[in-house]
């Protein structure tokens, strides 16, 4: 029986964490690519092929150098990965099986001959493909970043667990209740739309693992205690 999000919790480290979601997504292989765009206002997204190196445990990824996408890569070397995949039956009737992933970083163009040899190993038909003209395609590592791997139940309750890696810290949670200006008067925990707001001692506190990051619990705040914490830069 397979235990939700593969037995990881809220104790497990973010080590564990990242190599669960990046073993993951190697397996998952196929998903979608989001990029700012080079040109334009709108935002692009494509499916690709992506591998996890045995080398150095980084995420990597191929594209024609000529494409759009890489013309993006180029201007913008930041990414968002997304990715799904049907988890094992956890004998649990209110588990979706459906997992998903995050994965957002930067990139840069792929300096270790070893990866580049896994990636045309793994990718034969690709290679056969470019081999007129390798240097019209290029590989890139995805090193340094942070994301999150997230289940969602049949009752739409959310587990979710963030991790960073190549140095970046994990994405903060964007509802944060600061102790000291929390009276404890409950109203956030009466308004929450996931019903997980807990008072202890007086003090609302947040199971993020659980938190669908709405803003409700900051609207229904008399006390202004909910703030916002900034986003990744
Ligand atoms: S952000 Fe939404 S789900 Fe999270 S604690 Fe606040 S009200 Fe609840
Ligand atoms: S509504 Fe604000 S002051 Fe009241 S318990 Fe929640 S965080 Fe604390």
Known sequence: MQKVLFGLTIESSNEAIMNTTFDKAHEARYF???TLPAEGELPGSRFLDFMRCKDDGLIYFGVGTGKPCNEDLEKHPVVTLNGSFVGEDTGYAEHRMLIAFRITGRIKRCDN?????????????????WEK????????????GEGELYQVYKNDRIYRLRFGFGGEAPRPFHYQIAEKECI???ACKEACTAGIIELID???RIPYQHCYECGVCLKACPNGAVKKASRPA
Request: one cysteine or more; proline letters at 5%.
């Open 133 to 144: 003209s390798m240097e019209s395609f290029a590989i890139y590592c995805l090193f340094r």
């Open 32 to 34: 979608s690519l989001a």
């Open 202 to 204: 007086g003090k609302a």
């Open 113 to 129: 001959p070893r990866a580049e040899e896994e990636y045309w190993l793994r990718n034969p038909g690709s290679r056969k493909m």
């Open 184 to 186: 404890g008067c409950g």
